[in-house]
């Protein structure tokens, strides 16, 4: 069963290619099919920005169908499960059991096997590294018809090369995480304003032991003494056990908004409006785990509000220790282009190793930055910023890429040429033909 | 805590059925054809904290299996509340309309493999003088029409020994519900191109339970569905046999 379909797009919606969708119900006995030229991508829910989800001219093996779970060892919070579950579902089922996914990215709405290929970061990477360091196993199958159990111990080399390998070591057919204990749904929240990206440093620095989950908003149309002015969100799981909850309560973008919805003026109006929605300089509650990890799923489809023309999202992380002056450029620089980003999102890492040879988060600060898109416009922002992070040693991360030149990705990633000998022959992405042969436009 | 059977329990209607039933308690016997398949389903339900007292691969469509499959749920399930039937197939239309061969085959799946399950089930439910069964048939039932009336007659013929059982078992007490769904995303419909029309699995699922609790005859699911069927059977048929529907 199989159908062409134009529809099948990355979130950021900036790319429009035809590929084959082959959707993927139960974990496949043996390859869906194998003839010549063909060239295949695993495909979850669509949550990556750029065209690492995308194979043009190829075939999608859509994983969402893979969805069920295997096993749940409720001492040890050990779950396997089936490459297509999603997190949401994932946590459904094991919060009111006492377990919580070890890595939260930033929506729940990605498959297990998305999080595993992007090796996925959250707001505790600081204290808990990335998700690939809680994947105990997992089994995958590759075209030759052959399936690879590995883990840690096993494998090992097929292992790190699928952790964050973006899908091109064969397809993930189940995989076992080891859990995270919790008392209940509920985050103890705390928000400190800060006026200047200096003191989201300080903020940072302060917060790192006592705090497992931080995440900080900005600003970026702000300038000069304001610069990367933003709240710093910070918390712990709480030790409140009820669930008082109720069901999510979310609302769809039903279609495009018109391409004007969020220019410069909307933006700037939402940025100040955001920043000075807490009067206080601190404020303490007690939240719901979706909230306080999920935001923006309370808004289903939010990335239609950018219009027809789709929106790129620029994801960086540079090394901030020794020399704050290269995040400080960047932010200049957004500043600068007046191309405001509806959300900044600004985190540093920490130096926890992940098992993944092409993981992306490293020591240093994060700035996730949202950009509708004006063509050339946005690319030329794009190439100044690049500068920036080439020379500094940084790196930008794939899943939200559409953008990054080659050389950049290969220095970014130097451990590519050894991953490229664990690609299944027969598997390929749009991403990858970019940034490792060299080919596309860019999108 | 209902005893629940369900026939074609791999079908992604019947999963999410049997994930609400196992949500509000019941305890679940569960028939498949695929053994790696009904597997999985019973791992995922059983994690999600399913009472699962059996299960069953068999080929539905050897009705001498159908006396045994029933002996077994009812031992394993020690009496039997609920029966959902969802096992299906959807032909290929135009390979059917050259090879009677094929035709025979669906209607066979659709249509008599049901006659005779619940010919077992319906007698063993009457003389309990309780139960319900619950029958997922198709819209495609309701009229026939050139792009599927294979599998159309064959739920067609479905709906009217649905109708009549549910007339005969009435005085016993045995609930008979006729399931018509609308256009559902699964993997039956995975070549179809999707359209507002579809509705998912789980939605489906829960308009399931509430006509069960509801005490309904026939359900269209989702219920907009009465509404295109109404349409369509009102078309006088001078005029439908000439549209490409």
Redesign the interface.
Same mark, same amino acid.
């Given at each position: 069963?199989?159908?062409q379909?134009p529809h099948v797009e990355s979130w950021g919606r900036t790319i429009k290619v035809s590929q084959t969708i082959i959707?993927l =119900?139960?974990?496949p006995?043996k390859f869906p099919r194998t003839q010549e030229n063909e060239s295949f991508l695993p495909y979850g829910e669509g949550r990556s920005y750029g065209d690492s989800c995308l194979n043009e001219g190829g075939i999608l093996l859509q994983t969402r169908?893979m969805n069920?779970?295997? =096993?749940?060892d409720e001492s040890k919070g050990l779950l396997r499960?089936?490459a297509g579950v999603r997190l949401d579902e994932i946590l459904e089922?094991t919060v009111p059991k006492g377990w919580f996914i070890p890595v939260s990215p930033g929506t729940q709405f990605v498959t297990l096997g998305g999080a595993i290929a992007n090796d996925v970061h959250g707001k505790n990477h600081h204290v808990a590294g990335t998700f690939g360091r809680y994947v105990r196993a997992m089994e995958v199958l590759r075209s030759d018809g052959n399936r690879w159990i590995c883990s840690p111990q096993e494998n090992s080399e097929l292992f790190g090369a699928t952790i964050g390998g973006l899908g091109l070591t064969g397809l993930i057919l189940w995989a076992e995480i080891q859990m995270k204990p919790i008392s209940g749904p509920w985050i103890d929240q705390e928000t400190v304003r800060f006026s200047h990206v200096d003191d989201f440093f300080k903020i940072s620095e302060d917060s790192e032991k006592d705090y497992e989950h931080s995440v900080s908003w900005i600003d970026t149309l702000a300038q000069g003494k304001h610069l990367g002015r933003g709240h710093f969100m910070r918390g712990n799981h709480s030790s409140q056990k009820d669930d008082r909850s109720s069901k999510p309560k979310t609302f769809s973008i039903p279609c495009n908004a018109p391409n004007w919805l969020l220019n410069p003026f909307t933006v700037r109006a939402f940025n100040v409006l955001y920043y000075h929605r807490q009067l206080t300089q601190e404020k303490r509650n007690t939240v719901h785990y979706r909230p306080f990890f999920y935001p923006l799923d309370a808004v289903l489809q939010w990335n239609k509000l950018y219009g027809k023309r789709g929106f790129f999202q620029y994801q960086l992380v540079v090394p901030y220790k020794n020399d704050r002056e290269p995040i400080k450029e960047i932010l200049r620089l957004v500043a600068k282009s007046g191309m405001a980003s509806f959300l900044a999102v600004l985190k540093t890492f920490g130096n926890i190793p992940s098992p993944g040879w092409l993981s992306f988060p490293r020591e240093g600060v994060t700035l996730a930055l949202d950009f509708p898109n004006q063509g050339s416009k946005t690319r030329r922002l794009f190439e100044e910023l690049d500068k920036i992070v080439r020379t500094s040693q940084g790196a930008l991360y794939p899943a939200k890429d559409a953008t990054m030149l080659a050389q950049d990705f290969q220095s970014f990633y130097p451990r590519w040429k050894e991953f490229e000998k664990w690609i299944d022959p027969k598997f390929s992405s749009s991403f990858w033909r970019r940034v490792a042969e060299g080919q596309g436009t860019n999108g | 805590m209902a005893k629940t059977l369900i026939v074609g329990a791999t079908s992604a209607i019947a999963i999410e059925t049997a994930k609400l039933c196992a949500h509000r308690g019941d305890h679940l016997f569960l028939v498949g054809r695929s053994p790696e398949k009904l597997d999985s389903v019973r791992r995922d339900l059983e994690v999600r904290g399913a009472k699962i007292a059996g299960t069953i691969s068999t080929d539905l469509n050897d009705f001498s299996r159908h006396a045994g499959l029933l002996e077994k749920a009812l031992n394993c399930l020690q009496g039997l509340d609920l029966v959902l039937i969802a096992h299906g197939t959807l032909g290929d239309q135009k390979a059917c309309e050259q090879d009677f061969s094929l035709a025979e085959q669906e209607i066979r799946t659709n249509f008599l493999s049901c006659a005779s399950l619940l010919t077992l089930i319906s007698n063993e439910m009457e003389k309990e003088k309780a139960g319900t069964i619950a029958v997922i048939s198709s819209v495609a039932g309701d009229r026939g029409r050139q792009s599927n009336y294979i599998y159309g007659s064959a739920k067609g013929a479905l709906n009217l020994f649905l109708q009549g059982l549910r007339n005969r078992m009435y005085p016993s007490g045995v609930r008979v519900l006729t399931i018509k769904p609308g256009f559902v995303d699964t993997p039956m419909t995975a070549a179809f191109k999707k359209n507002i029309l579809f509705a998912k699995p789980d939605q489906i699922a829960r308009g399931i339970l509430k006509a069960i609790e509801r005490k309904k005859d026939v359900v269209y699911l989702p219920f907009f569905w009465w509404g295109i069927m109404a349409i369509i059977k009102s078309i006088p048929e001078r005029i439908f046999k000439k549209l490409k529907l």
């Open positions: 069963m199989q159908k379909t959707p =119900f139960w974990q006995e169908g069920r779970f295997i =096993f749940l499960c089936e089922l | -």
